[in-house]
Nanobody
C-alpha cells in the first residue's frame, strides 16, 4: 500500500487542522492505521491509532481530548482532526499502516509496515 498524507500547514495556537492520509494500491480496510509525529530534534512519537474497522482507537496522553482519528474505508482514507492546537504540536506528521487480521490498534513505530512521506504542521503562538 502507498500512503500520502496531506492537510498540514501553518495555524495559530487554538486553531484546528484536519490531516488526511490517502491510500492507494490496496484497500485500507485490511490495515490498522496510525498517526505519528516528529518534531525538530526529537524522536518520532505515537499520536493516535485506529483498528481496521474503526471500532477501536487509542491516543497519546498529549493529544487525548483534542485530536480525533477516524477512517473512511470506502474512500480509502484515514483522518486526524486536530483541535485546540498548541505550539508543541508543531511537527511533521506521518501516517502508517499495518496489515492485520484482527481488530487491535498498533501503538509502536516498529508495529507498522508502511509509512507515508509526512506533512508539516506548524502552530504559532
Amino acid at each position: 500500500v502507498q500512503l500520502q498524507a496531506s492537510g498540514g500547514g501553518l495555524v495559530q495556537a487554538g486553531g484546528s487542522l484536519r490531516l488526511s492520509c490517502a491510500a492507494s494500491a490496496r484497500p485500507i480496510s485490511i490495515y490498522a492505521m496510525g498517526w505519528f509525529r516528529q518534531a525538530p530534534g526529537k524522536e518520532r512519537e505515537f499520536v493516535a491509532a485506529i483498528s481496521r474497522s474503526g471500532d477501536n482507537t487509542y491516543y497519546s496522553d498529549s493529544v487525548k481530548g483534542r485530536f480525533t482519528i477516524s477512517r473512511d474505508n470506502a474512500k480509502n482514507t484515514v483522518y486526524l482532526q486536530m483541535n485546540s492546537l498548541k505550539p508543541e504540536d508543531t511537527a511533521i506528521y506521518y501516517c502508517a499502516a499495518r496489515l492485520t487480521l484482527n481488530t487491535a490498534v498498533v501503538l509502536t513505530n516498529q508495529g507498522y509496515d508502511y509509512w507515508g512521506p509526512g506533512t508539516l504542521v506548524t502552530v504559532s503562538s
